[in-house]
């Protein structure tokens, strides 16, 4: 079985300028998370769907930060216009349920570093 | 409130036992996790221990769940140099995962 695939694995980009990261999660995976890992820290949950819908933004900062998940399968996340401290490694994980989150598969991640 | 904290670095030597300690403040918690990341690579679920349990061994792998003290351990017999990584307990709130802040495990000969 195919994992949860991410891309691209690493980005640069200058401080204002706008990125997008693409995650496609495991085939029949209902539940899909975007996380933010800062150095040094833990994943920090951004965004959760179920299927096509948002079940959790609370921690998404939505004047910078947008997702979707067109169809319930694919996902992007976009960061338009990126500050220094959105440097981090993102990371999708999906759920075939999600409930209890015990089976919440991680992609490898996708490094952004802002200057 | 929600808040995991874990002690930032552990180093054992090969062959010995590795204990890594986390604190959560959260009593409603339902599911505690481990969780193991490599450099460059996501995270990998190592286990994981209801809450009304007190202990889970999985192989090489012990989790003691003290509810009382809010206190999660993971234990690993015989670390072996593959060991080497950063561990994340989590605790699950409502289908949300509250990591710690990881603990660097590093084996040495």
């Known amino acids: 079985e195919a994992g949860v695939a991410q891309s691209p694995r690493y980005k640069i980009i200058e401080k204002r300028q706008s990125v997008a990261f693409w995650c496609n999660p495991i085939?029949?995976?209902?539940?899909l998370y975007w996380y933010q890992q800062i150095l040094g820290q833990g994943p920090k949950l951004l965004i959760q769907?179920?299927?096509?819908?948002?079940?959790?933004d609370s921690q998404l900062p939505k004047d910078r930060f947008s997702a979707e998940r067109l169809k319930g399968v694919d996902s992007t996340l976009k960061i338009q216009p990126a500050k220094l401290e959105d440097s981090a490694v993102y990371l999708c994980?999906?759920?075939?349920?999600?409930?209890?989150?015990?089976?919440?598969?991680f992609g490898p991640g996708t490094r952004l570093t802002v200057t | 409130g929600e808040d995991v904290e874990q002690s930032l670095f552990l180093s054992v030597r090969e062959g010995d036992s590795s204990v890594i300690n986390c604190t959560y403040t959260?009593?409603?918690?339902?599911?505690l996790y481990w969780y193991k990341q490599e450099p460059g690579a996501g995270l990998q679920l190592l286990t994981y221990?209801?809450?009304?349990?007190d202990m889970k061994q999985d192989q090489r792998l012990t989790v003691l769940l003290n509810k009382k003290d809010k206190h999660l351990s993971l234990r690993i017999a015989d670390t072996q140099t593959g060991d080497s990584a950063i561990y994340f307990c989590?605790?699950?709130?409502?289908?949300?995962?509250?990591f710690g802040t990881g603990t660097r495990l590093q084996v040495f000969p």
């Open positions: 994980a999906s759920s075939p349920s999600g409930a209890g989150g015990y089976e919440q598969y």
């Open positions: 085939s029949g995976h209902a539940t």
């Open positions: 769907f179920q299927n096509n819908g948002v079940v959790d």
């Open positions: 959260d009593s409603s918690s339902t599911y």
């Open positions: 221990i209801f809450s009304n349990m």
């Open positions: 989590a605790e699950s709130i409502s289908d949300k995962l509250i």
